[in-house]
Nanobody, 119 residues
């Protein structure tokens, strides 16, 4: 069983930055693929960024060049650095763990953290 706890959300002005963190339990974190997803009101949950166990990454087109996913296996934590934030980035952001280590959504989710981009 994997437990995920996100932190770092909040209110930020357009053009600002935030860094989300997701701390995971479990002893084999380094074997998981870790991803960030988001869900805005009235919309479906969508992939934001994902990193496989080998460190390969993929991003949604809407965030390429602005967001960066990274991980620290020793701390069992995955990060999402978000720069040049836009109002359309407003959503609840969820951390996801995929034990297969590859692309795709896993079965483990955090509780979500709210990101609001507004002046």
């Amino acid at each position: 069983q994997v437990q995920l706890v996100e932190s770092g959300g909040g209110l930020v002005q357009p053009g600002g930055s935030l860094r989300l963190s997701c701390a995971a339990s479990g002893s084999i974190f380094s074997l998981y693929a870790m991803g960030w997803y988001r869900q805005a009101p009235g919309k479906q949950r969508e992939l934001v960024a994902i990193m496989t166990k080998l460190g390969n990454t993929n991003y949604a087109d809407s965030v390429k060049g602005r967001f960066t996913i990274s991980r620290d296996n020793a701390k069992k934590t995955v990060y999402l650095q978000m720069n040049s934030l836009k109002p359309e980035d407003t959503a609840v952001y969820y951390c996801n763990a995929n034990p297969s280590g590859g692309w795709g959504m896993g079965n483990y989710w955090g509780q979500g953290t709210q990101v609001t981009v507004s002046s």
